[in-house]
């Protein structure tokens, strides 16, 4: 159990789970119930087991972790490994749903092991199966392709929607932000960016020079005094907007459009980041949110023959649109304090810094996005 992938033996195993979800769930297990289970048919069950069928996502998705579907009802993700607790995305989820956010596939339970140690391990989250879903590493790639960017402004609408809900999530944490319309200043405690977010980035850049290597290490080389001019604002005194609980990880393919609009998923935080602080400024989620799209435009122009000029448009006119969307959102909910706009572009070249970090350590092919990226902001 928990084990990646799935053995044939495990087969039914997840609509057993699913099944069982009804009634108490024997130790050392334990199952937080986060929203009512929807009936599954029966109709097409297992002959073997007896219960509804499942299926995977399919080799083509890119997962860390491993998901079945079960009845086309309901998602099971396996924790691969299981995560030690506590989790962010039990709690996070179980408050976006109460907050009325949702653009999230909708949270039935977590399934835990109690261990001998004492230690608790999240093993599963149930959520609800979105028809038709398809993350943004399909979706947008296709929008950019065709030079659509019609849906940039529903990103920047649902990100300060969900931003918005976030704000109020601080179970017990001094640096969250109080619930929203509470009278008075920000305490200075819950404001930002936290000291060593200077240095972070410092140290983003500095990997990023150690481990690109050939003609693109080079290049980067001749930029260093450049981004870190671009990396100043971090190192200067806190600013007046609050830190809240931010998703972490926030880029188009932790978005799903589906059926019925869109969905936000994956709140573990950045995999790829030690010791990330679960509070930070909403400008961290924005800047890595219009990172993405950059990088987008470079998978269109790398993997669908999208001429470089008008990918690089449609990379302006998508974070354009996203940004003008999200501050009127932010407004409309009372709410514009939230983003310090000082905050985009350095957050920006240290997401792109990461990005690079993350091609030389775990996947060389992907060093085009980031490059091209920085190659077209300073050309």
């Known amino acids: 159990m928990g084990e990646n992938p799935l053995t044939q033996r495990d087969r039914g195993l997840t609509a057993a789970l699913v099944a069982s979800l009804a009634d108490d769930v024997p130790a050392p297990f334990a199952v937080r119930r986060l929203g009512p289970l929807?009936?599954?048919?029966?109709?097409?069950?297992?002959?073997?087991?007896?219960?509804p069928v499942e299926r995977d996502f399919g080799e083509h998705v890119d997962q860390t972790n491993y998901s079945v579907v079960v009845s086309d009802r309901v998602v099971v993700?396996?924790?691969?490994?299981?995560?030690?607790?506590?989790?962010?995305?039990?709690?996070?989820?179980?408050?976006?749903?109460?907050?009325g956010f949702r653009e999230?596939?909708?949270?039935?339970?977590?399934?835990t092991l109690h261990e001998k140690s004492g230690q608790v391990l999240l093993l599963a989250l149930v959520t609800g199966y979105l028809p038709g879903a398809r993350d943004g590493w399909e979706w947008c790639v296709d929008e950019a392709e065709a030079g659509r960017a019609a849906f940039a402004a529903d990103l920047g609408r649902l990100t300060a929607d969900l931003h918005t809900a976030l704000s109020t999530f601080h179970p017990g944490d001094p640096?969250?932000?109080?619930?929203?319309?509470?009278?008075?200043?920000?305490?200075?405690a819950s404001r930002?960016?936290?000291?060593?977010?200077?240095?972070?980035?410092?140290?983003?850049?500095?990997?990023?020079?150690?481990?690109?290597?050939?003609?693109d290490g080079a290049w980067l080389a001749a930029r260093e005094a450049d981004l870190r001019r671009e990396l100043e604002p971090l190192h200067r005194p806190a600013g007046s907007a609050p830190q809240i609980r931010i998703h972490g990880d926030l880029h188009v393919g932790q978005i799903l459009r589906w059926r019925d609009g869109y969905a936000v998923i994956d709140f573990d935080g950045n995999p790829t980041v030690t010791g990330a602080e679960p509070y930070q400024?909403?400008?961290?989620?924005?800047?890595?949110?219009?990172?993405?799209?950059?990088?987008?435009?470079?998978?269109?122009?790398?993997r669908r023959g999208t001429p470089p000029a008008a990918a690089a448009r449609w990379a302006r006119e998508t974070r354009d649109a996203m940004l003008a969307a999200y501050r009127l959102r932010l407004a409309e909910r009372g709410r514009p304090e939230l983003l310090d706009e000082t905050l985009l572009r350095p957050f920006e070249i240290e997401q792109e810094c990461r990005e690079l970090v993350y091609a030389a350590r775990h996947l060389p092919r992907w060093r085009y996005a980031p490059m091209g990226v920085l190659r077209t902001w300073y050309p």
């Open 175 to 188: 640096s969250a932000l109080r619930p929203a319309g509470l009278a008075g200043p920000v305490p200075e």
């Open 281 to 302: 400024p909403a400008a961290r989620d924005v800047a890595q949110l219009a990172t993405s799209l950059e990088h987008v435009a470079q998978v269109a122009v790398r």
């Open 38 to 51: 929807p009936s599954l048919s029966h109709r097409e069950a297992a002959a073997d087991t007896g219960v």
């Open 192 to 215: 930002g960016p936290a000291a060593g977010y200077g240095a972070r980035a410092e140290g983003a850049l500095r990997e990023a020079l150690e481990l690109t290597g050939g003609e």
């Open 77 to 99: 993700k396996w924790l691969t490994p299981p995560a030690p607790m506590p989790h962010p995305a039990p709690d996070v989820l179980a408050h976006l749903a109460a907050t």
């Open 104 to 111: 999230i596939a909708p949270p039935f339970a977590a399934l």
